[in-house]
């Protein structure tokens, strides 16, 4: 009964997206996991330049691309129920998701102090977008050109200097600010934009164009099952492996 329960749940939903989910948080969880041996054990790995620092940049540009394409696809689910309710349905997911954020900020804060407390990151960017993006649902063309300009807002942002850092969310640091985890609204909603004309585009009315649905076929292997599963609860995943992770390398610090 259980596995008829989780077939039928998941019937609808586009297993390709769950992958690509899946493999963005696996990569994002890699790249943490390096970051974290070189912070917390001293392990002599850069993480801050060259291939690493850009791998960290493209694995947070498609994860935000990914939620974009998932905010198109909820639009076209429950849009026969009028704008007015995907606006009460993404403020419910919003508030979720900053409240998952604003807990690892206090976590950060808690033990770390000013050494990189996380004020605005990944999942605080994520509940801001989906407000954010939510007028953009349905208007691919007009979601794509606010990408551009939100880019080229977040590459001029940061050349404004200022004393505050109330305008963190916005992209505007003070000098000599750090953090573990910083995703601005500019530039990095413009992914997100982005998302919602590739979803369009991809999925048009949530699903997928006729030619390519009879040309795709879910693989019938362990990645692809593993890649899903952490796909359909990225943002669980995201929540959770850091605090395993340090707490995986501290205990193996302290033993050896």
Not at 2 to 12: L, M, P, V
Not at 158 to 166: H, M
Not at 204 to 230: D, E, F, Y
Not at 233 to 256: G, M, T
């Amino acid at each position: 009964m259980q596995k008829q329960a989780a077939s039928s749940q998941n019937a609808g939903r586009l297993w390709e997206v769950d992958f690509a989910r899946g493999a963005a948080v696996t990569a994002m969880v890699l790249f943490h996991a390096v970051f974290d041996l070189s912070f917390f054990a001293g392990v002599a790995i850069n993480a801050s330049e060259g291939a690493l620092w850009w791998l960290a940049r493209i694995t947070a540009a498609s994860f935000f691309l990914l939620v974009g394409i998932g905010l198109h696809l909820s639009f076209e689910k429950h849009k026969q129920h009028g704008f007015a309710f995907t606006v009460r349905y993404n403020a419910v997911r919003a508030a979720k998701t900053m409240a998952m954020a604003l807990a690892i900020t206090a976590a950060t804060f808690f033990f770390l102090g000013n050494r990189g407390t996380i004020w605005f990151g990944a999942l605080h960017l994520i509940a801001a977008a989906i407000i954010f993006c939510t007028p953009f649902l349905g208007r691919p063309k007009l979601a794509l050109a606010a990408a551009g300009g939100s880019l080229a807002l977040g590459l001029a942002l940061p050349r404004i200097i200022v004393n505050t850092p109330v305008l963190l969310w916005l992209g505007l640091a003070p000098q000599g600010f750090y953090s573990f985890d910083y995703a601005p609204i500019f530039p990095w909603v413009a992914p997100v934009l982005f998302g919602i004309w590739v979803g369009f585009k991809l999925f048009p009315q949530g699903k997928r164009l006729p030619s390519v649905h009879a040309a795709i076929s879910r693989p019938n292997n362990i990645i692809a099952r593993v890649a899903c599963t952490a796909g359909r609860h990225s943002l669980l995943v995201y929540f959770i492996h850091q605090p395993l992770l340090i707490a995986a390398i501290l205990a193996a610090k302290a033993l050896f």
